[in-house]
């Protein structure tokens, strides 16, 4: 009996160890959400959807002779990386650019939870933001993830894109075991994701933050202050980590539903992808994805990786007054009005 017992006081001893670790990981995840949120509070104006609202960050000339182009972010980001990267150039150069946040990362609402995992329902959301701000048509440019949200956008609300910029995009279905370990599948059950997204993953990714910013810039090294100047902390909130990986599960198969559609986009496409990008391999989804959009354009930069948008933005500048120009340029007349 005195083994049984000790062995009683040992388990108990490491219950309680448990629950103080957990206890004290929801506090750090607490009080990271509360001193990011102060860090980084909202750059623009909100826009009223279904739902709830979308965060915007707008910049340059309104109204613009030049036209208006809308910024979309990719995975576990928020408006400031597009903007911050390419967009205030593009105003400079005298656009109206209005980046948003997608639904449930940086200041948007999440809309309608877990439904709004798909490209084709945010495409929805960013299309209805876009009539409210009187935005279309506009050129609007998807990087990376996005690349399947402006294509949705594209297909389901053409009258909205006078023109499509796709940088390093995923937009090509894939093998969900390719990027997508069986784990993710176990880390999405809603149990599995509120633990993990309100205790451990905040702390975690916080002391990752740097390392893994400096990972999607490969081989290029990362600007000394992209943590800072695209906000990129925002993503350690348990509600934009549960939304980054709602996202990142549902793509695939939302690729397999949208992607046969492609041959019908009739917007002017601009593909901008560099040739040593180590996660969104260029040879599986931006080259052949030009060989399916009618008339699109392939632009592959040598030596340049994922982040195309930040380490060549003046390159991704000259493609988007080049296509502003052609979209400018009235068509030529038919026979008949000759």
């Known amino acids: 009996m005195p083994i049984v017992h000790g062995l ?21 995840t607490l009080i990271i959400h509360l001193r990011v949120s102060e860090r980084f509070p909202p750059q623009g104006q909100f826009v009223d959807v279904s739902g709830g609202r979308l965060a915007t960050i707008e910049a340059g000339p309104n109204p613009s002779a030049r036209g208006t182009v809308v910024l979309l972010h990719g995975a576990s980001a928020n408006a400031s990386d597009p903007m911050e990267g390419v967009g205030r150039r593009l105003a400079a150069r005298g656009f109206r650019v209005v980046a948003f946040d997608r639904p449930g990362f940086g200041w948007s609402d999440r809309l309608n939870g877990s439904a709004m995992a798909s490209p084709a329902a945010q495409g929805r959301a960013i299309a209805e933001a876009m009539d409210r701000l009187e935005l279309g048509p506009a050129i609007v440019l998807g990087h990376s993830w996005a690349g399947a949200l402006a294509t949705a956008i ?34 999405l059950k809603p149990p599995v994701l509120w633990f993990l997204t309100h205790t451990i993953a905040a702390p975690l990714g916080l002391y990752y933050l740097p390392r893994v910013g400096g990972t999607v810039f490969r081989p290029q090294a990362a600007p000394t202050d992209y943590v800072e100047t695209s906000r990129a902390a925002l993503v350690l909130r348990p509600g934009t ?14 690729l397999a539903a949208q992607s046969p559609r492609y041959a019908t986009i009739q917007a002017p496409t601009v ?15 931006a080259k052949p994805l030009a060989q399916t959009i009618p008339g699109a354009k392939l632009v592959v930069l040598p030596g340049i990786g994922h982040m195309v948008q930040i380490v060549s933005a003046e390159a991704l500048v000259g493609e988007i007054e080049a296509l502003a120009e052609r979209i400018a340029q009235p068509l030529p007349a038919s026979p008949a009005e000759r």
């Open 8 to 28: 009683g006081l040992l388990l108990a001893g490491l219950l309680a160890l448990i629950a103080s670790t957990v206890g004290a990981a929801a506090l750090a």
């Open 154 to 187: 594209a297909l389901d609300r053409p009258s909205q894109v006078s023109g499509l910029v796709l940088v390093s995009p995923v937009a090509l279905p894939f093998p969900r075991e390719y990027a997508l370990p069986w784990y993710w599948d176990v880390a």
């Open 241 to 254: 980590m549960r939304a980054n990986i709602q996202d990142l599960v549902a793509l695939p198969d939302a």
């Open 271 to 285: 593909i901008v992808a560099g040739d040593a990008d180590p996660v969104v391999l260029t040879e599986q989804q």
